[in-house]
């Protein structure tokens, strides 16, 4: 006995057996999908290929306005240059000149005096700001932005301004110097006094940038560190000796590092703050730091070879101020 066929349901007609498949034009279907092998190759490739590819302009860059520079100095500091001339080799010649030159070691000796009075006062400045930013104070917004405003000024502005404040004729330091009985100051003939007002200059634009650097460190620091030693009755002082400084160590190594890198790199300041002598560093070289003796050898008496002996002095003198701050790294790891 047939099985009960269904019936269809009322209102939606029998359904029509399905079509038959279409026929294949031209004969049957390719596979185009890539081999599993070559599929697996291509994807090793783009694992090892694809961070280099990104990384390559980094090192493109680096290598045209970077690498090739530093080179080419070196290859010049070996060579007698002019400008507008041809190269004549001089080996160590341009670097034994530098060490019988009395105006390389007056400038040295200017951009370590320059470094020290700019430095050592503008670490400590901000040091005591960003103790003081970090304090539970009124309008703690407003100073954190006031104390980043002469970083945001100009170089140019800013000595121009200071150079008008440390004039020797109507400038405001003088005047106020002589209500107080003082005798006026000769500001940029002097030595040692332009030295300062260039210091002063330095410190007043770099201060509020270190102090924000060491109150992000100083937010870092555990807060059970301070409240252990306010159970053991430490005042803020001594929480800010024994706490914060140990503390906050690694970034001032870091802000000295620095400090040191831009006193040995000082330019502007002293450029703009001698005016039409500012490239000598004033009528007897009382200011003249490493970069502008540089600049004065390239572009005023055109002795590239020299000027290039004394950039490759100034890299040295950098890697040496690093290798200082890794020795003191090790030894306060080995201490610890």
Known sequence: MPPPTRAPAAGRPPSDPPPDPPLAVGGPKKDFREPPRWRSIRHRWDLRAAPYVFVAPFFLCFAAFGLFPLVYTAWLSLHRVELGGAAEWRGLDNYTGLWDSGFFWNALANTFTIGV?????????????????????????????????????????????????????????????GLVGFDPVDWESSKWPAQIAISVIVTWRW???????????????PRDLYEAAELDGASRWRQFVSVT?????????????????????????????????GVSGGSGNQ??????????????????????AIAWVMLLLLLLAGALRAVAVRMRRRKG
């Open 287 to 308: 200011f003249q730091t490493l970069s502008l003796l540089m600049y004065e050898k390239g572009w005023v008496t055109g002795a590239l070879g020299q000027a290039s």
């Open 207 to 221: 201060t509020g940038y270190n102090a924000l650097i060491y109150l992000a460190a100083m937010q870092a620091v």
């Open 117 to 177: 009075l700019s430095t050592v006062p503008q670490l400590l400045l901000a040091l005591g700001l960003a103790q003081l930013i970090n304090r539970e104070v009124r309008g703690r917004g407003f100073l954190r932005v006031a104390v980043l405003a002469p970083y945001a000024t100009s170089i140019a502005a800013a000595t121009l301004v200071f150079a008008q404040l440390f004039n020797s004729d109507y400038g405001l330091i003088n005047t106020a110097l």
């Open 245 to 277: 400084v140990p503390s906050i160590r690694p970034t001032i190594l870091f802000t000295i590092v620095v400090s040191t890198i831009g006193a040995t790199q000082l330019f502007g300041e002293p450029m703009l703050f001698g005016g039409s002598l």
